[in-house]
């Protein structure tokens, strides 16, 4: 019954950037959270949006494998309800937030074999040009 919940995974991280090397270890663990699907909902927190509990923690097992060598990261998986219940005490909903809600979600069937995305009965051929992640800027109050 939970696999069928949409989940979402919150991230909170403080990591050091004193140096060069570790300000170029916080940016590509960054620019990793952005790959694994996670968008930004203020500095430093992070928000996935999981089908299930297994994916959460297969989500969760994914950035054990990128994290930067210092620092302190914190994982927190919640129900949507749970994060719909969030009070924000100043601000509003970010343009990330709304671009991100679980509404505007749409989910892909990946076929191992054939090595494509399918949407519904429709097959979406896997595109091998790599593109560059940019996400759009916060600061749209």
């Known amino acids: 019954m ?5 989940m979402r995974v919150l991230l909170m991280f403080d990591v050091p950037t004193k140096s060069k090397k570790e300000q170029k270890n916080a940016s590509k663990f960054r620019t990793s959270l952005i790959k694994l699907g996670f968008f930004m909902m203020q500095f430093s927190v992070y928000v996935k ?8 923690k297969t989500t969760i097992k994914s950035i054990e494998k990128i994290l930067p060598p210092y620092g ?3 994982v927190l998986t919640i129900t ?3 994060f719909d219940n969030m009070q924000i005490l100043l601000g509003g909903v970010s343009f990330n937030e709304k671009m991100n809600d679980d509404k505007n979600l749409v989910l892909f069937e990946y076929d191992e074999k054939s ?11 896997k595109e091998k040009k ?12």
């Open 2 to 6: 939970i696999e069928d919940k949409f």
């Open 80 to 82: 949507e309800k749970q």
């Open 49 to 56: 949006i999981c089908k299930g509990l297994t994916s959460a």
């Open 115 to 125: 090595k494509e995305f399918k949407y519904g009965n429709e097959k979406i051929s």
């Open 72 to 74: 302190n990261i914190r």
């Open 130 to 141: 790599k593109t560059k992640f940019i996400q759009p800027s916060l600061f749209e109050f």
